[in-house]
């Protein structure tokens, strides 16, 4: 079982920045800790208005706060001596960060003074006064990309850069972003990073969702169309776009409702403080997760990184996620089985026939026995995905511990102090995450396998490790790749010739490995052909790839989408 610690000094650099916390009329929403709590339990609405976004709805750092710090927590001991792991109350608030001046106690550099702060703090203190493994919770998005705001100057030397970068390289994180996209500055990576939910603060459970009428070959998309880079050409979301047209009714098994979320964040729907009280209109999750709960099928795919909420936007909702990406690796698939709930395509088999892709698996899964079964796992499980202060002897809280009793043999004999203790799941799971992750254990969580598993899931195979494209742990949870029977070299090819050498022709994401994150490659000479290319493209992908090179993005999809296209932009839902 792991300990944690949180050091009266350490809490008292980095705590100033709950003042930062404003809410819609600018003024100051946590002037103490206590107040989290009704923030994030009562007041999220107000919180979120006054980000102008639903970043903040996500702003998970708040919850961790509250959960390490405020609350009655059960693995919580005094001080640091003997500790497993020691707590960092970090509170980048970037939605106020990003906006501030250098010289605001809520700016980047005054991050980085505290960061500074902190390292001459634990320099001070002697072996014995630390615990084994230090750890943060976050939620900006590229947070060592948006760190280095703070810096002195954006060069890769000198003290200041050094001591960011020494407490980067000796703190785990807790974050959304698995693969983050890659700094320019700050370049060495976190110790570890474990994922956590990005489920945002309000998102509301569907939990009867046996009287939520559906197709059962329904399947949506709501997502962002307009990507950066390579992603807008011959991605599996252009290739999305494109299913939006009308096809012939005896080709298609599916149903699709393609819906363009690009806008969402800048809809008025977001600023609900200027309607009227009875015309309020419902936020874009919200609306988003009644759209997913009326389907039976969810494509989730990777955006501009490999971080989506679309899928536990579907957990939440009871929508069966499609997941088409290789680099998914999902919160927490040490307990949750994934594999029992989710579908998984290979990006490739997607991309060479998308239609007939979804044809196969709205066959094989769109039958009620399937997707009963499915959505009680969904409904079981996301117990554990959801963020919410519960008491010790709530559904999720017991459902966590009689699954981790499952993993630890162990675990069933501790007794923790429980009358007034409270979790918040995916903490308590991060917590055992972080400790098995960064300290010698004796007990590692034990992998299950269902020998009743439908024919058309997949177990997890401990042979895996890290460094395969799908980076799960040894002791995880894999969701494989859905294997189209009767193809033994996949789908029949429906992709033009520019799309089947995309990578090379106009780059793609790239993994780099010892900075922990992704990046863009791009091709060793843009708009150049090899003599063989320039024989199989058509003069309008050439003309496509020169023009692509020359501006460094493309200003539409591509394939461009068919005029007939079915796609619905966000703000006629509201």
């Not at 117990?383 to 017991?398: G, P, T």
Request: with cysteine.
């Amino acid at each position: 079982m792991p300990t944690f610690c949180v050091d009266p000094k350490v809490l008292e650099i980095f705590s100033k920045r709950l003042t930062c916390f404003k809410d819609s009329n600018n003024q100051t929403a946590l002037s103490k800790s206590s107040d989290i709590k009704d923030w994030i339990t009562y007041h999220s609405d107000e919180v979120r208005l006054a980000a102008g976004s639903p970043d903040f709805t996500r702003l998970h750092e708040l919850y961790a706060y509250y959960w390490f710090v405020v609350a009655d927590n059960p693995y919580k001991i005094p001080t640091c001596e003997g500790a497993d792991l020691e707590y960092i109350p970090f509170l980048p608030v970037h939605y106020v960060a990003v906006h501030t001046p250098p010289s605001d106690p809520c700016s980047y550099k005054a991050l980085i003074d505290d960061i500074l702060a902190f390292m001459v703090t634990d320099n001070a203190r002697k072996p014995y006064e630390r615990a084994k493994e230090r750890f943060i919770v976050a939620s900006t998005f590229n947070m060592r990309t948006e760190m280095q705001r703070g810096l002195p100057d954006q060069n890769r030397r000198g003290p200041v850069y050094d001591t960011v970068t020494a407490f980067v390289m000796g703190t785990y994180i807790g974050h959304y972003e698995r693969f983050p996209q890659c700094p320019d500055t700050l370049r060495k990576g976190w110790k570890g990073i474990i994922e956590i939910p990005y489920v945002h603060l309000k998102a509301p459970a569907v939990e009867h969702w046996q009287t939520v009428p559906r197709s059962l070959n329904s399947i949506l998309f709501a997502g962002r169309m307009f990507l950066f880079g390579p992603e807008r050409v011959c991605s599996v979301r252009a290739a999305i776009a494109g299913l939006a047209a009308p096809k012939k009714k005896e080709v298609r098994e599916f149903t699709l409702t393609v819906v363009n979320m690009t806008l969402a964040r800048a809809h008025p729907s977001m600023q609900q403080d200027q309607l009227p009280q009875k015309q309020r209109r419902l936020r874009a999750e919200d609306m988003t997760t009644r759209l997913y709960s009326r389907h039976s099928f969810c494509l989730v795919t990777k955006g501009d990184s490999y971080s989506t909420s679309s899928l536990y936007m579907a957990i939440m909702s009871n929508c069966v996620p499609i997941v088409i990406g290789d680099w998914f690796v999902f919160a927490f698939n040490w307990i949750v089985p994934y594999d029992k709930f989710v579908v998984r395509i290979a990006e490739e088999d997607f991309l060479r026939n998308p239609e007939e892709a979804l044809n196969y698996i709205v066959n094989n899964y769109g039958v009620k026995p399937y997707l009963t079964k499915m959505r009680k796992e969904m409904t079981k499980w996301k117990k554990l995905l959801r963020f919410s202060v519960e008491s010790w002897e709530s559904a999720a809280a017991v459902q966590t511990r009689a699954s981790m009793v499952e993993k630890f043999v162990s675990f069933a004999a501790v007794t923790l102090n429980t009358k007034t203790a409270v979790t918040v799941p995916p903490l308590e799971l991060f917590l055992f995450e972080v400790q098995f992750k960064g300290l010698e254990m004796t007990e590692r969580p034990k992998h299950m396998t269902d020998t009743e598993a439908a024919l058309q899931h997949f177990n997890g195979n401990e042979s895996l490790s890290c460094i395969t494209p799908f980076h799960c742990p040894m002791f995880s949870s894999v969701v494989k790749p859905y294997r189209f029977p009767g193809f033994s070299n996949g789908l029949e090819e429906t992709r033009s010739e520019l799309c089947r050498r995309s990578h090379g022709l106009i780059g793609m994401y790239k993994m780099v490995y010892f900075m922990g994150c992704v990046r863009i490659l791009w091709p060793l000479r843009p708009g150049f052909f090899k003599p063989e290319v320039e024989r199989r493209l058509s003069a309008q992908e050439k003309d496509f790839v020169t023009n692509f090179h020359k501006v460094g993005f493309s200003p539409e999809v591509y394939p461009p989408v068919p005029q007939n296209a079915s796609i619905i932009p966000f703000e006629k839902l509201v």
